[in-house]
């Protein structure tokens, strides 16, 4: 069986499991859109799931291509959880991924993810799959996304964080990260202590120590990996971290 490489780079791990079967459904129902066709047929390389030697080469390494097809798969699960699917989500995993891979490398990926979004999501099988392949920085980042995709309507539904909250368990990202990244969608100063991983009753030196771990943890270069585009979300993180500390650091009157 051939998949059309449409994320970009080889499909790695993400060709097997529930992943590789979630996408061999999509990508087959795509086939039947003309938009679809047209933009697989725009210059697109095909990547073997039978060829056994070019997928050990790639199963072990998280790849641009495996992490765009989590985030694809993830994404369907969390636009379905309010039952409403909303343009304003589409649009921001649409821009996501022509900054990544390019506008019709992106319309290719849009059809996929609409045929996933009529079908129901093995969510905890695909987690398990991410979870034994992808490294934890990545995983974080993935986090970071979804919660970027559920708030892109300018509201975080009840039901987008519970899907979201499954997901991170089931990746095996811890409550503190979890809350961590999750407070990094709203401003106020208590959002700043959890962006931290601390509490309020923290002291100064507690608080500068938080902030160099977490700085360290959510470095962009954890994910160079993942390539440029990822870097600069991952940058995201980053800032979040730096002007959670100064928030803190203006409200305290330290330096």
Request: positive net charge; contains cysteine; proline residues 3%.
């Amino acid at each position: 069986m051939s998949y059309a490489k449409w994320i970009g780079g080889a499909l790695g791990w993400a060709v097997g499991g529930p992943i590789g079967g979630m996408l061999g459904f999509a990508f087959g129902a795509a086939m039947d859109d003309p938009s679809f066709v047209k933009a697989k047929n725009q210059g697109q390389k095909t990547f073997s799931g039978g060829n056994q030697n070019e997928y050990e080469q790639f199963r072990h390494h998280t790849r641009p291509g495996d992490f765009a097809s989590s985030l694809i798969v993830l994404s369907a699960a969390v636009m379905k959880a309010d039952s409403k699917l909303m343009k304003s989500e589409l649009d921001y995993i649409r821009d996501f991924l022509s900054r990544q891979f390019g506008p019709a490398t992106a319309a290719q990926q849009i059809g996929i993810l609409k045929e996933l979004l009529k079908k129901e999501i093995p969510l905890k099988d695909v987690c398990q799959q991410i979870r034994h392949f992808m490294e934890h920085p990545m995983r974080l980042q993935l986090l970071h996304y979804l919660f970027g995709i559920a708030k892109s309507d300018g509201d975080v539904h009840r039901l987008e964080v519970q899907v979201i909250s499954d997901i991170a368990e089931y990746l095996g990202i811890s409550a503190k990260d979890y809350e961590s990244i999750k407070a990094m969608f709203y401003k106020d100063s208590a959002a700043a202590y959890t962006i931290l991983e601390i509490t309020a009753d923290a002291n100064d030196e507690e608080v500068k120590k938080a902030f160099r771990k977490m700085a360290m943890k959510y470095h962009p270069d954890k994910i160079s990996g993942l390539g440029e585009q990822h870097v600069k979300a991952a940058q995201e993180k980053f800032i979040k971290v730096q002007e959670a500390y100064d928030l803190i650091k203006k409200e305290r009157g330290f330096k």
